[in-house]
């Protein structure tokens, strides 16, 4: 049994790693690469993908699934498996991004391809393909999130895909994995742990209520899948203790996942779950508005306070948000809330870094809003939950994360005595 990785490898974009085993080419994920290496999607996939047999997908995600439609054009025609969710999920995060690309990697016809070509596999169940055995166990990193496990020629392999914030109330904790010959794992966060989530939240309404009762507006970029969900819950959960005002909901690709989460109620952690048979959905809070086109969101864009406005990108790289901190940004009863990663060298850092003014679409605009980072909402495990993770495995491999990053967890996992190495591009590693 063998796993070579053929993405991210000391990066944390496009996912994607070849199991050799029994005789068979499996592929674990299929991820696109994004922000400063994207180019490289369009670079050989450094196999062929002719002689994969199976693809196994752990969540849906754009750099965990965006390169499976061009897999396809270049000649893939297994099975696809997933769970149910992350099927469904997929099919939005796929069409959104044929939209948005701006040298297409695949087209429409390619996406049907792969849908051809799915099948669900749910949580517990095995796949056999010949000798090898897989199976998808909970990650808890968005609904229908997965880690696989492998087992073949008398050996058990594990692939963590993205594993969940274990604080959160929305999905279920990951589950442990077994005991393996070899796991390769992500190490998003493996230089730290993420603040308290109870903490973070509490900071968060605090600054919702101030910011609402003195008729401001509060802008918060988010990412469309999963973290737009968790703020609304959030909203839900918590409107009592808030001012009463208009939640706008500015994303068309947020809006299509809030649409499908109902059908997704087994996906879900125990208290989500409690609220769907109660006949709530917790996803929609009061004062929910949705803008339903881009001239609505520019008019919701000139309204005056109070207002909460969740609008994509979450990383500032585009959307509709960026017309929201174009009239906003000036006027100091504002507040921008940042729920998600900010890249180094993008809008969003530079705007925490408080210069007097920022360029946002070719407008100049003084900086006076309040400006917040809260980072315990982050989906991912933090370090102490990666370390929980991986007790008493005896050899690791890291990926998903940059070099920094997993060389400080890779660190503490051997000062703990296991065996910990750092995925290359293309280098095998026997299992």
């Not at 994969?52 to 997908?57: F, G, T």
């Not at 792969?114 to 796949?127: C, S, T």
Request: with cysteine; proline share 6%.
């Amino acid at each position: 049994m063998r796993i070579v990785p053929f993405g991210a490898a000391r990066e944390v974009t496009g996912s994607c790693h070849l199991l050799l085993a029994e005789g068979k080419r499996v592929l674990l994920d299929c991820g696109m690469f994004q922000g400063k290496d994207e180019e490289k999607n369009h670079a050989p996939f450094g196999f062929d993908p002719r002689e994969v047999e199976a693809v196994l997908l752990t969540h849906a995600h754009l750099d965990h699934v965006g390169r499976l439609p061009r897999l396809f054009r270049e000649g893939f025609r297994g099975p696809v498996y997933a769970t149910k969710a992350t099927l469904l999920l997929m099919r939005i995060v796929l069409e959104d991004a044929l939209k948005v690309m701006e040298k297409p990697l695949f087209d429409e016809e390619d996406v049907e391809e792969v849908f051809r070509h799915a099948r669900p596999l749910e949580y517990g169940e095995w796949l056999r393909l010949g000798g090898l055995t897989l199976s998808f166990s909970q990650a808890g990193h968005l609904p229908g999130s997965a880690f696989v496990v492998a087992q073949g020629e008398g050996k058990t392999f594990v692939y963590s895909g993205d594993l969940g914030n274990r604080e959160k109330v929305v999905l279920p904790d990951p589950s442990l994995p077994p005991m393996a010959d070899l796991v390769l794992c992500e190490g998003t966060y493996g230089d730290r742990p993420h603040r308290s989530f109870a903490a973070t939240v509490e900071e968060f309404l605090e600054i919702l209520g101030r910011v609402l009762s003195r008729g401001g507006k509060v802008y918060i970029p988010s990412f469309a899948v999963e973290r737009a969900q968790e703020i609304l819950f959030l909203l839900y959960e918590n409107g009592h203790r808030l001012p009463k005002a208009p939640i706008l909901l500015d994303s068309p690709m947020a809006e299509r996942v809030l649409e499908l989460y109902p059908r997704l109620v087994r996906y879900f952690g125990e208290e989500v779950q409690g609220y769907f048979l109660k006949g709530k959905n917790p996803f929609r809070p009061r004062g929910l508005v949705v803008a339903e086109n881009a001239e609505a969101s520019k008019a919701w864009a000139q309204e005056p306070g109070p207002m909460v406005v969740i609008a994509g990108s979450g990383m500032l790289s585009g959307g509709r948000i960026l017309h929201h901190l174009k009239h906003g940004l000036s006027d100091s009863k504002n507040a921008l809330v940042f729920v998600g990663y900010q890249p180094r060298g993008g809008l969003g850092a530079e705007i925490i870094a408080r210069p007097e003014r920022v360029r946002i679409l070719g407008q100049e605009v003084p900086l006076r809003a309040e400006v917040h980072t809260l980072g315990g909402f982050s989906g991912h495990a933090g370090q102490d939950e990666l370390l929980d993770w991986l007790a008493g495995q005896p050899r690791v491999v890291l990926v998903h994360g940059e070099e920094e990053k997993l060389l400080a967890l890779g660190k503490l996992l051997a000062l703990r005595g296991q065996e910990v190495s750092l995925g290359s591009f293309g280098e095998g590693v026997e299992v």
